[in-house]
Protein backbone atom coordinates (compact mmCIF):
# COMPACT_ATOMS: atom_id res chain seq x y z
CA UNK A 1 0.00 0.00 0.00
CA UNK A 2 1.12 3.72 -1.07
CA UNK A 3 1.09 6.76 2.00
CA UNK A 4 -2.34 7.31 0.72
CA UNK A 5 -3.42 3.95 2.30
CA UNK A 6 -4.50 2.82 -1.83
CA UNK A 7 -3.34 -0.45 -3.42
CA UNK A 8 -0.54 -0.39 -6.29
CA UNK A 9 0.33 -2.64 -9.54
CA UNK A 10 3.98 -4.47 -8.75
CA UNK A 11 6.42 -3.11 -10.76
CA UNK A 12 7.16 -4.70 -14.17
CA UNK A 13 10.49 -6.32 -14.49
CA UNK A 14 12.19 -8.79 -17.38
CA UNK A 15 10.78 -11.72 -16.83
CA UNK A 16 13.23 -15.11 -16.65
CA UNK A 17 11.48 -17.37 -19.35
CA UNK A 18 11.31 -14.02 -21.73
CA UNK A 19 10.94 -14.81 -25.21
CA UNK A 20 14.21 -14.12 -27.30
CA UNK A 21 12.64 -13.67 -30.42
CA UNK A 22 9.40 -12.29 -31.55
CA UNK A 23 7.09 -15.33 -32.99
CA UNK A 24 5.29 -14.06 -36.42
CA UNK A 25 1.57 -12.81 -36.05
CA UNK A 26 -0.84 -15.04 -35.67
CA UNK A 27 -2.37 -16.06 -38.77
CA UNK A 28 -6.18 -15.08 -38.46
CA UNK A 29 -5.64 -11.85 -36.95
CA UNK A 30 -6.75 -9.50 -39.22
CA UNK A 31 -4.16 -6.68 -41.24
CA UNK A 32 -4.32 -3.89 -38.75
CA UNK A 33 -3.86 -6.63 -35.89
CA UNK A 34 -1.26 -8.31 -37.48
CA UNK A 35 0.38 -4.23 -38.14
CA UNK A 36 0.17 -4.07 -34.39
CA UNK A 37 1.80 -7.62 -33.79
CA UNK A 38 4.69 -6.54 -35.47
CA UNK A 39 4.63 -3.44 -34.12
CA UNK A 40 5.38 -4.10 -30.33
CA UNK A 41 6.74 -7.24 -30.46
CA UNK A 42 9.81 -5.65 -30.95
CA UNK A 43 9.66 -3.43 -28.04
CA UNK A 44 8.16 -6.87 -26.04
CA UNK A 45 10.84 -9.06 -26.84
CA UNK A 46 13.90 -5.83 -26.15
CA UNK A 47 11.90 -5.06 -22.85
CA UNK A 48 11.64 -8.96 -21.89
CA UNK A 49 8.53 -8.68 -20.60
CA UNK A 50 6.78 -11.60 -22.75
CA UNK A 51 6.77 -15.32 -22.33
CA UNK A 52 5.03 -17.97 -23.93
CA UNK A 53 1.85 -17.97 -21.36
CA UNK A 54 1.65 -14.20 -22.60
CA UNK A 55 0.77 -14.70 -25.97
CA UNK A 56 -2.97 -14.95 -25.73
CA UNK A 57 -2.88 -11.35 -24.01
CA UNK A 58 -0.82 -9.95 -26.67
CA UNK A 59 -2.70 -11.69 -29.70
CA UNK A 60 -6.38 -9.99 -27.96
CA UNK A 61 -4.73 -6.45 -27.67
CA UNK A 62 -3.52 -6.80 -30.89
CA UNK A 63 -6.80 -7.96 -31.96
CA UNK A 64 -8.50 -5.31 -30.31
CA UNK A 65 -6.41 -2.51 -32.07
CA UNK A 66 -7.16 -4.28 -35.22
CA UNK A 67 -11.29 -3.96 -34.42
CA UNK A 68 -10.12 -0.12 -33.78
CA UNK A 69 -8.14 0.80 -36.76
CA UNK A 70 -11.27 -1.43 -39.45
CA UNK A 71 -14.38 0.43 -37.40
CA UNK A 72 -12.15 3.95 -38.15
CA UNK A 73 -11.54 2.86 -42.14
CA UNK A 74 -15.10 2.19 -42.07
CA UNK A 75 -16.27 5.32 -40.96
CA UNK A 76 -13.83 7.51 -43.31
CA UNK A 77 -14.91 5.52 -45.91
CA UNK A 78 -18.27 6.32 -45.39
CA UNK A 79 -18.06 10.03 -45.07
CA UNK A 80 -17.40 10.14 -41.38
CA UNK A 81 -20.80 9.20 -41.12
CA UNK A 82 -20.42 7.18 -37.17
CA UNK A 83 -22.06 3.98 -37.14
CA UNK A 84 -23.53 3.61 -33.40
CA UNK A 85 -23.52 0.26 -32.89
CA UNK A 86 -19.98 -0.24 -34.12
CA UNK A 87 -18.93 2.94 -31.99
CA UNK A 88 -19.75 0.84 -29.46
CA UNK A 89 -17.65 -1.91 -30.49
CA UNK A 90 -14.94 0.29 -31.04
CA UNK A 91 -15.34 1.87 -27.37
CA UNK A 92 -15.33 -1.47 -25.63
CA UNK A 93 -12.20 -2.20 -27.78
CA UNK A 94 -10.34 0.27 -26.95
CA UNK A 95 -10.84 0.03 -23.36
CA UNK A 96 -9.73 -4.05 -23.54
CA UNK A 97 -6.47 -2.15 -25.92
CA UNK A 98 -5.85 0.13 -23.49
CA UNK A 99 -5.63 -2.10 -20.06
CA UNK A 100 -3.85 -4.76 -22.26
CA UNK A 101 -1.29 -2.14 -23.03
CA UNK A 102 -0.49 -0.77 -19.04
CA UNK A 103 -0.15 -4.75 -18.38
CA UNK A 104 2.82 -4.74 -21.13
CA UNK A 105 4.37 -1.83 -20.43
CA UNK A 106 3.06 0.14 -23.21
CA UNK A 107 2.14 3.10 -21.85
CA UNK A 108 3.90 6.10 -20.58
CA UNK A 109 2.74 5.15 -16.94
CA UNK A 110 4.04 1.67 -17.42
CA UNK A 111 6.79 1.91 -18.97
CA UNK A 112 8.36 4.52 -16.71
CA UNK A 113 7.70 1.36 -14.00
CA UNK A 114 10.25 -0.41 -16.51
CA UNK A 115 12.55 2.46 -15.97
CA UNK A 116 13.07 2.63 -20.02
CA UNK A 117 11.93 6.74 -20.76
CA UNK A 118 13.98 8.11 -23.36
CA UNK A 119 14.06 11.38 -24.06
CA UNK A 120 13.03 10.58 -27.73
CA UNK A 121 8.87 10.02 -26.65
CA UNK A 122 8.20 8.53 -30.41
CA UNK A 123 12.03 6.24 -30.82
CA UNK A 124 10.35 4.91 -27.34
CA UNK A 125 6.15 4.63 -27.89
CA UNK A 126 5.69 1.52 -29.92
CA UNK A 127 1.70 3.30 -30.05
CA UNK A 128 3.24 6.34 -31.82
CA UNK A 129 2.02 6.78 -34.78
Known amino acids: MNANGQGRKPTLKPDAQALK ?75 TARQLAAEFGLTPVSRAKLGGISNDDDADNPLAV
Open 21 to 95: RAPQPPKHLDKYAKDEWRRVMPFLIERQIVTKADMSGVETYCAMVGIIRTVEQNRSENDGVINVPMFGVMNRAAT
